[in-house]
């Protein structure tokens, strides 16, 4: 890239990390989810854990939404994707104030607002990837850290709005608030051009072609990275989806204190975000993750096991959003170094869906065990084999070009035997 052209890239990309930050805080927004789901069991007589389920399926249609994303930004561009993104988002939020059944909350919350979001969080997240292909931890940490933040905010707004407008207005307002944030943000996004930049030394090292979808589901790679995604989602969106009722039913605490977590947890989601979001520039990416599990692993643990009071509660739910917010930023940056930055849109979009069915089997997986105990103790056990595995995974041609040296050294003793 020539100096001029690079020099034009550092004054123009600013508004548009911008608005990326703007877009993804109104994204993130669904991550107050748990505000809901007591005030609709009051409202409407739903079981509590029936209503849960729709930020399950909220976030199967969210990551399903993805795999369509890169053919319609192909079609509208950016700008076009996000003006309809935040048409369904805006509009499936304002149609459930309506929704009197529980399958229709099923519908407009869960799958619309879901699919409505997924295809802007995936497409919003890679452009901005690619205006700074030199620093993808640190952007994706930015972009991802900032759809926390949108819990972070939104929790207070939206517990506001429950307490004062009741929980039918209050998806009214959320609709509107999601449609102007996506519209603000998408007047400053642009489409990121396709660059034939130089690649780093680690850039090289890593990815030294670019793989088709087809070519990725051909490496065994492409599957553990998937498990490793799943477990690391299933623990997190587990709890993100329900952690005032884990707090009350686990830990004792009464209904407001519980929903304190929901703004604790969205603060460390954040956290992890931004802190292992940067970090994973400066250090193994595999090993960040595999600590990161490590400790989701101890805090899952701790919640099945330990009697809780309110402090232990609270620092293992926060180690638990922090972790996972760390490991879903991390991921697209892991999914470029195995399989190349050519087709990282589409091909994430594939280990992406781990995401969705992370969160929607923990429902179900939770109804079948008979709670959070032993829920949380299947979450320990995966959380313990995906550590394992990323610290044994590697880049397909990292190892390809460890197996050729030491069959290179084989042949050298065999020679210098005879």
């Given at each position: 890239?020539?100096?001029?052209?690079?020099n034009?890239m550092q004054?123009?990309?600013?508004?548009?990390l911008?608005?990326?930050?703007?877009?993804m805080?109104g994204?993130?927004?669904?991550?107050?989810?748990?505000?809901?789901?007591?005030p609709?069991?009051?409202?409407?007589?739903?079981?509590?854990g029936?209503?849960?389920?729709?930020f399950?399926?909220?976030?199967?249609?969210?990551s399903?939404?993805?795999?369509?994303?890169?053919?319609?930004?192909e079609?509208?561009?950016i700008?076009?994707l996000?003006?309809?993104?935040?048409?369904?988002m805006?509009?499936?939020?304002v149609?459930?104030?309506f929704?009197?059944e529980?399958?229709m909350?099923?519908?407009t919350?869960?799958?619309?607002?879901?699919?409505?979001n997924?295809?802007?969080?995936?497409?919003?997240?890679?452009?901005?990837i690619?205006?700074?292909?030199?620093?993808?931890?640190?952007v994706?940490?930015?972009?991802?850290?900032?759809?926390?933040?949108?819990?972070?905010?939104?929790k207070?707004?939206?517990?506001?709005l429950?307490?004062h407008?009741?929980?039918s207005?209050?998806?009214?307002?959320?609709?509107?608030i999601?449609?102007?944030?996506?519209?603000?943000?998408?007047l400053?996004?642009?489409?990121?051009?396709?660059?034939?930049?130089?690649?780093s030394?680690?850039?090289?090292?890593?990815?030294e072609?670019?793989?088709s979808?087809?070519?990725?589901?051909?490496?065994?790679?492409?599957?553990?990275?998937?498990?490793?995604?799943?477990t690391?989602?299933?623990?997190?969106?587990?709890?993100?989806?329900?952690?005032?009722n884990?707090?009350i039913?686990?830990a004792?605490?009464?209904?407001a204190?519980a929903a304190?977590?929901?703004?604790l947890v969205a603060?460390l989601n954040t956290?992890?975000?931004l802190?292992?979001?940067?970090?994973?520039?400066?250090?193994?990416?595999?090993?960040?993750?595999?600590?990161?599990?490590?400790?989701?692993?101890?805090?899952a643990?701790v919640i099945?096991?330990v009697?809780?009071?309110?402090?232990?509660?609270?620092?293992?739910?926060?180690?638990?959003?922090?972790?996972?917010?760390?490991?879903?930023t991390?991921?697209?940056?892991?999914?470029?170094?195995?399989?190349?930055?050519?087709?990282?849109?589409r091909?994430?979009?594939i280990?992406?869906?781990?995401f969705g069915?992370?969160g929607?089997?923990?429902?179900?997986?939770?109804?079948?065990?008979?709670?959070?105990?032993?829920t949380f103790?299947l979450?320990?056990?995966?959380?313990?084999?995906?550590?394992?595995?990323?610290?044994?995974?590697?880049?397909?041609?990292e190892?390809?070009?460890?197996?050729?040296?030491e069959?290179?050294r084989?042949?050298?003793?065999?020679?210098?035997a005879y």
């Amino acid at each position: 890239m020539d100096a001029a052209r690079k020099n034009d890239m550092q004054v123009t990309c600013w508004p548009i990390l911008i608005g990326t930050v703007i877009v993804m805080i109104g994204l993130g927004t669904i991550y107050t989810w748990s505000l809901f789901n007591q005030p609709l069991e009051d409202k409407f007589g739903w079981d509590v854990g029936a209503v849960a389920t729709t930020f399950s399926i909220m976030s199967f249609a969210l990551s399903l939404s993805t795999l369509s994303a890169s053919k319609i930004q192909e079609k509208l561009g950016i700008r076009g994707l996000l003006a309809l993104s935040a048409i369904g988002m805006g509009a499936g939020l304002v149609i459930t104030a309506f929704d009197t059944e529980l399958w229709m909350l099923y519908i407009t919350a869960g799958i619309i607002v879901g699919a409505a979001n997924g295809i802007a969080y995936m497409t919003t997240l890679s452009n901005a990837i690619q205006w700074y292909p030199e620093k993808k931890g640190l952007v994706s940490g930015i972009a991802i850290g900032a759809y926390g933040i949108g819990s972070v905010l939104f929790k207070y707004v939206l517990q506001f709005l429950i307490e004062h407008s009741g929980v039918s207005l209050a998806f009214l307002y959320w609709g509107l608030i999601s449609f102007v944030l996506l519209g603000a943000g998408l007047l400053l996004v642009r489409q990121a051009p396709v660059l034939e930049a130089k690649k780093s030394a680690q850039q090289t090292a890593t990815a030294e072609r670019d793989y088709s979808v087809k070519d990725m589901l051909k490496t065994k790679e492409a599957y553990f990275l998937f498990f490793i995604l799943f477990t690391a989602c299933m623990s997190g969106l587990y709890m993100i989806g329900s952690v005032s009722n884990i707090g009350i039913s686990l830990a004792g605490l009464d209904a407001a204190t519980a929903a304190n977590a929901v703004a604790l947890v969205a603060l460390l989601n954040t956290a992890g975000r931004l802190v292992l979001g940067a970090a994973s520039d400066y250090m193994n990416r595999l090993k960040v993750v595999a600590g990161a599990l490590l400790i989701t692993a101890i805090a899952a643990v701790v919640i099945s096991h330990v009697t809780l009071n309110a402090v232990l509660f609270f620092i293992s739910v926060s180690l638990v959003a922090f972790c996972f917010g760390g490991n879903i930023t991390i991921f697209p940056t892991i999914v470029a170094e195995f399989f190349g930055l050519k087709n990282q849109s589409r091909n994430y979009g594939i280990i992406y869906q781990g995401f969705g069915l992370g969160g929607l089997s923990a429902s179900f997986i939770s109804g079948l065990l008979g709670g959070f105990a032993p829920t949380f103790n299947l979450i320990a056990i995966l959380c313990s084999l995906a550590f394992i595995v990323a610290l044994t995974l590697h880049v397909p041609e990292e190892k390809a070009a460890v197996r050729k040296e030491e069959q290179r050294r084989e042949q050298y003793r065999k020679r210098q035997a005879y």
